[in-house]
């Protein structure tokens, strides 16, 4: 089992920068495909990105490929997502998940995914 905190949110003018961190507990976090979801008011979640065991495959939804950028770090149990070129469409609160199963399998699909964490708000202003 896994625990996941987000953390790095907050309000930033359009074109800015954040950087998402989400910190896992448990000593198997090389085990699990990392991915973030994102839900904004009035809509359902949607995939943003996600990333294997290793690092070594990415996904991106195409509304954040070139702008957003996953990665993680294995040794400190946390995963990363770099925002870059923000727009006001990509406010939501960014919620950090875990899943077990091999990464080409449903790496799009929330359900897919046992583990997430309490989300954090992402405000972007035009």
Request: hydrophobic share 30%; charged share 15%; glycine share 12%.
């Amino acid at each position: 089992q896994v625990q996941l905190v987000e953390s790095g949110g907050g309000l930033v003018q359009a074109g800015g920068s954040l950087r998402l961190s989400c910190a896992a507990s448990g000593r198997t976090f090389s085990t699990y495909v990392m991915g973030w979801f994102r839900q904004a008011p009035g809509k359902e979640r949607e995939f943003v990105t996600a990333i294997s065991y290793s690092g070594s495959i990415t996904y991106y939804a195409d509304s954040v490929k070139g702008r957003f950028t996953i990665s993680r770090d294995n040794a400190k149990n946390t995963v990363y997502l770099q925002m870059n070129s923000l727009k006001p469409e990509d406010t939501a609160v960014y919620y950090c998940a875990a899943k077990t199963s091999p990464v080409r399998v449903g790496v799009r699909e929330g359900n897919e995914y046992g583990y997430w964490g309490q989300g954090t708000q992402v405000t972007v202003s035009s």
